[in-house]
T-cell receptor, first 109, second 113 residues
Framework: SQQGEEDPQALSIQEGENATMNCSYK?????LQWYRQNSGRGLVHLIL?????REKHSGRLRVTLDTSKKSSSLLITASRAADTASYFC?????????FGKGTKLSVKP | NAGVTQTPKFRVLKTGQSMTLLCAQD?????MYWYRQDPGMGLRLIHY???????AKGEVPDGYNVSRLKKQNFLLGLESAAPSQTSVYFC????????????FGPGTRLTVL
């Protein structure tokens, strides 16, 4: 019962390029969150966007939210090798946070 | 602050054995969670707690039990381990609501033979 579903499942880019990951969700949400997971590590929170927000920025991250389409996107600009990780979206509604299966991003030097 | 810590980091069990995973947080968070992560899957919620002395079932609770005797600790127990419980287990905590930002521990890799 995944709330979020990321697309693509895997993405490989060169250092310096931009990376865009998309997330679709099923039910109404209060907020949508993006997390990063480096190999063998726990998840780290990146950014939270509330349902009444359309766009949010944090450093090289830009998140958009379209509640009419039940979708969100995460843009990482000027990617670095250190951005190599899996990225998960998670929808928060009245119940618990529900995570998608993730996008595996590989940034080649 | 250490954040969220988990012990042990790795464990190998034989089918039918029992064990307890310990999660501790030093952020005074009310909510705590146990997830499992399997290859190609996202995180699936096993059990959670909304405060000291409370626990509730998540998406995949069968075969697990939990206890939250102290606010800072959340224990996950496997009474009779099965190979299907081979997974990476993550503990997380959040301040006051389940939809708040969650802070994760480093994970416990469990193999059941």
């Amino acid at each position: 019962s995944q709330q979020g579903e990321e697309d693509p499942q895997a993405l490989s880019i060169q250092e310096g390029e931009n990376a865009t990951m998309n997330c679709s969700y099923k039910t109404s949400i209060n907020n949508l969150q993006w997390y990063r997971q480096n190999s063998g590590r726990g998840l780290v929170h990146l950014i939270l966007i509330r349902s009444n927000e359309r766009e949010k920025h944090s450093g090289r991250l830009r998140v958009t939210l379209d509640t009419s389409k039940k979708s969100s996107s995460l843009l990482i600009t000027a990617s670095r090798a250190a951005d190599t990780a899996s990225y998960f979206c998670a929808g928060g509604s009245q119940g618990n946070l529900i995570f998608g299966k993730g996008t595996k991003l590989s940034v080649k030097p | 602050n250490a954040g969220v810590t988990q012990t042990p980091k790795f464990r190998v069990l034989k089918t039918g054995q029992s064990m307890t995973l310990l999660c501790a947080q030093d952020m005074n968070h009310e909510y705590m969670y146990w997830y499992r992560q399997d290859p190609g899957m996202g995180l699936r919620l096993i059990h959670y707690s909304v405060g000291e002395g409370t626990t509730a079932k998540g998406e995949v609770p069968d075969g697990y039990n939990v206890s939250r005797l102290k606010k800072q600790n959340f224990l996950l127990g496997l009474e009779s381990a099965a190979p299907s419980q081979t997974s990476v287990y993550f503990c997380a905590s959040s301040l006051a609501r389940s939809t708040d930002t969650q802070y994760f521990g480093p994970g416990t890799r469990l193999t059941v033979l």
